[in-house]
Structure formats: structure tokens, C-alpha cells
């Protein structure tokens, strides 16, 4: 029989293979072991005798591909190293089984990088993990501040968000608002949005009662990372003055503008750049508007209105406005909903709306 196999393969060829080889016959037998086998680990040719034994593998799998003629790749531990085998039939006369080759490739170098990619895989999820319910449990509490009534929800498209916001108290008569969205998702765009959120709070109140000194500092210290240019965000910050119902405000690129409803619909518009280390020092504008028991300003970052359905069409302004609008309670809840109902294949970008009520 081993002549018969000898005829079919040619075995200088699977000498000059770098993979270990073995052949053996239709009777289990090892007739050939090509040299990198032999080298590595052993074949005495005298007696013909392959020291890879039942004692070392299970032969189940060498014997199914003799029975059933059929390919099968399994992954074995030889003297302490990790092959992936590959056991094909040999066919003769007929297409009758001879026997059976044996390739085997040494994967202990790709098996251990892959655990440590695992590994590594897993220790980087738990840190995200722990980053992302660091970075929900500093928003807000919703609720009332003063006479003001505060409702929100905020959705990352991944574990991490690069969307931020917070409303707090700057003294007994003034609320500072705001909210910022980082360029990009994830680890590096949540940084952003921490720094932002740190740094804010660390103001005095002097600085905090001005919403243009506030993105100045915001910027003159957002330049001081160094970060590339691809870094940068947009931030919205106001004032509102709970004694005089003044709310004032300036804007570093933020879109989509907030929503100011009352009888009518306002727009807060305000002129500024977004914040980023390769801009050059520029004013920002600072607006005010009056507001009254009963008024609610709407702020959004724009994973909201570009939302897009499966044909393509964007959530948009006008749904928000709609909401708004027709309803008096419940109105971040709607509109959640009514994203979710819109949207029909996955969300693409973080979404953040922020629902501040004068009462």
C-alpha cells in the first residue's frame, strides 16, 4: 500500500513543505514523514516508527478521514506546541481511500497573540464600561433647580458618548446651561466631553455668570492639550437669572440651535466657531432673551435631527418643532419614542436633547 501512496504523492515535494507532513496508509500506518517533521519532532526511519502516537492525539480524526473520504481540520498540542492539523484522504484506483496525509502547520506564536488580544479586547471593554457609567452618572439630575424643571435623555451610539451637558446652580439667583458635542464617538471624543464638563465646573462664578468669558476659557484651555486638529468641539452655554427670567447665552458652533417655545417658536441664534487648538482667538456674540412661567427651551445635539430612516430621510427640525408644539408633558419622552419609531436601521450617531421648563 505504501508503494500505492508513493505513486500518488510525490514526497520530495512534501519535503520541501515547511509545515510538518505525515502519511499514513489506509491501515493507520505512518509511511512517510517529510524532514521539518522529522526535525522537530522525530520519525525513527530504521524501525518506521512516528513517535506522534495515540498518546499524544486522539486518532478518531485521522480514522473518519479514511472512513468517510472527507477534509477535517483540527487543532492539536504536540510536546508543548500548538499545530493546526489538516487530515486529508488520499484516493487511489477508482477513487478508492489509500490513506490519509497530515499537514502540520505550528500556530503557538498566533495562538498566543490572540489571547493576548482577547485578553487586552476584554480589559479595554471593562475600562469602556466603567468610562461609560462614569460618564452617565455625572449628567444632570432630572427634576426641578429653582423654578426650573429639567427633563433630558441621552443615547451614545456606542458604550461611550461624545455628547455632553449639564445644568447647575452658579449662585442663588443664576443656572448655568449648557450643552457640548465632542467630534467623533468613543474613548477619545468622551475625553472631550469630560474635559468640558470638568472644566466648566472649575470656573469661578464670575466667569461662569458670562457665557462669553466661559467658551473663551473653555477655548484658551482646550489649546493647551495640544491635541490633533481632527480634536475640537461645539458648545452652547447660558445664564438663566431665576429672579429676572433672563436667559443669556453665546454659542461655539453648537447645531442644532436650541428651540425656544412660547407663543411662538425662537431660534436662539448666536455667532461663534467651534472650539478647537488650531482656531485663532475670536469673540463670541452674547444674546439674551426674556422668558415666562410657562416658555421651555429645547437643547439638541445634531445625532437627533440627522437621524435617517432606511430611506434615507433625516429625522429633521420640523418632527422636534411638531412635539413641541402639541405637547405639554412627556415631551422628551415623546420624542424619544418618535426618533425610535422613525429610525429603522441602527443609529449612527450620539443623541442628547435637554428640555428646560420655566415654571
Known amino acids: 500500500m505504501a508503494s500505492v501512496i508513493r505513486e500518488k504523492i510525490d514526497m520530495q515535494i512534501l519535503n520541501g513543505i515547511a509545515d510538518l507532513v505525515r502519511v499514513l496508509d489506509d491501515k493507520e500506518n505512518v509511511v512517510f514523514v517529510n524532514e521539518a517533521m522529522e526535525k522537530a519532532l522525530g520519525y525513527d526511519r530504521e ?32 510536546m508543548g ?42 480589559e479595554m471593554t471593562d475600562e469602556t464600561l466603567a468610562a461609560s457609567k462614569i460618564q452617565k452618572t455625572v449628567l444632570p439630575p432630572k427634576g426641578f433647580l429653582k423654578n426650573l424643571k429639567i427633563d433630558y435623555f441621552f443615547r451614545p451610539s456606542n458604550i461611550l ?17 449648557y450643552i457640548a458635542d465632542s467630534v467623533g464617538h468613543g474613548f477619545a471624543a468622551s475625553m472631550v466631553t469630560m ?30 492639550l495640544k491635541l490633533n486638529i481632527e480634536n475640537y468641539f461645539t458648545c452652547f452655554y447660558g445664564v438663566f437669572n ?5 436667559f443669556s447665552y453665546a454659542n461655539a458652533g453648537h447645531q442644532p440651535l436650541p428651540i425656544k417655545v412660547s407663543y ?11 472650539i478647537s487648538g488650531f482656531l485663532k482667538n475670536f469673540d463670541y456674540q452674547e444674546k439674551t432673551v426674556k422668558c415666562y412661567s410657562g416658555d421651555k427651551i429645547l437643547f439638541m445635539t445634531d445625532g437627533i435631527t440627522e437621524a435617517k430612516n432606511m430611506e434615507g430621510e433625516v429625522y429633521g427640525k420640523d418632527r422636534v418643532i411638531e412635539i413641541l408644539r ?31 421648563s420655566m415654571w
Open 264 to 274: 411662538d417658536i425662537e431660534n436662539l441664534e448666536a455667532e461663534g466657531f467651534p
Open 161 to 177: 458618548s461624545g455628547d455632553m451637558f449639564d445644568v447647575f446652580e452658579i449662585n442663588k439667583d443664576n443656572i448655568a446651561i
Open 242 to 246: 431665576v429672579k429676572k427670567g433672563i
Open 326 to 356: 402639541e405637547n405639554d408633558i412627556d415631551e422628551i419622552k415623546i420624542l424619544k419614542e418618535d426618533i425610535r419609531s422613525f429610525m429603522n436601521v441602527g443609529q449612527v450617531d450620539d443623541m442628547s436633547a435637554v428640555l428646560i
Open 47 to 78: 524501525n518506521g516508527i512516528c513517535y506522534i502516537d495515540e498518546s499524544v492525539f486522539n486518532p478518531e480524526i485521522t480514522r473518519r478521514a479514511l472512513n468517510e473520504g472527507i477534509v477535517i481540520q483540527r487543532q492539536e498540542t504536540v
Open 81 to 122: 506546541q500548538i499545530y493546526s492539523v489538516k487530515c486529508s484522504p488520499i484516493l487511489g484506483d477508482e477513487g478508492k481511500i489509500t490513506g490519509v496525509v497530515e499537514v502540520f502547520r505550528n500556530v503557538t506564536v498566533e495562538r498566543k497573540l490572540q489571547r493576548e488580544i482577547l485578553d487586552k479586547n476584554r
Open 195 to 224: 474635559f468640558i464638563k470638568s472644566l466648566i465646573r472649575t470656573l469661578t462664578k464670575d466667569v461662569l455668570l458670562s457665557p462669553v468669558r466661559t467658551l473663551k476659557s473653555l477655548s484658551g484651555r482646550f489649546k493647551l
